[in-house]
Nanobody, 130 residues
Framework: QLQIVESGGTLVQPGGSLRLSCVVS????????IGWFRQAPGKERVGVSC????????????HYADSVKGRFAISRDKAKNTVYLEMSNLKPEDTAVYYC???????????????????WGQGTPVTVSS
């Protein structure tokens, strides 16, 4: 059974930190790149970060949207079938539902085109507010 389950979203104060988890099953993280997307209320879903597979065309290369560079970090724990998104110095504009998705290739690109992702989790909401 192929599953992607995000967790860790909560209410956090501006300037705070949070770690989101993406637990996958039914496929190997050695074969597919993984991306994080987010959708703020009333706005389109946009790419946040993605991470390629070790040994892929580009190697384990991470990409980040300009809006989160220097604040977010994506990582992978293969033993736990989990991809993480570490978020720091959170801002109110980071408020969104965060989605984890499987890329169709072993590598990913910074354009974050949704057509290149074939399976999505249900999302986990993050609210940054005082």
């Amino acid at each position: 059974q192929l599953q992607i389950v995000e967790s860790g979203g909560t209410l956090v104060q501006p300037g705070g930190s949070l770690r989101l988890s993406c637990v996958v099953s039914g496929f190997s993280l050695d074969l597919y790149a993984i991306g994080w997307f987010r959708q703020a209320p009333g706005k389109e879903r946009v790419g946040v970060s993605c991470l390629g597979v070790d040994g892929s065309r580009d190697g384990p290369i991470a990409h980040y949207a300009d809006s989160v560079k220097g604040r977010f970090a994506i990582s992978r724990d293969k033993a736990k079938n989990t991809v993480y998104l570490e978020m720091s110095n959170l801002k109110p504009e980071d408020t969104a539902v965060y989605y984890c998705a499987r890329h169709i290739w072993t590598f990913c690109v910074s354009e974050f085109m949704e057509d290149e992702y074939d399976y999505w989790g249900q999302g986990t909401p993050v609210t940054v507010s005082s």
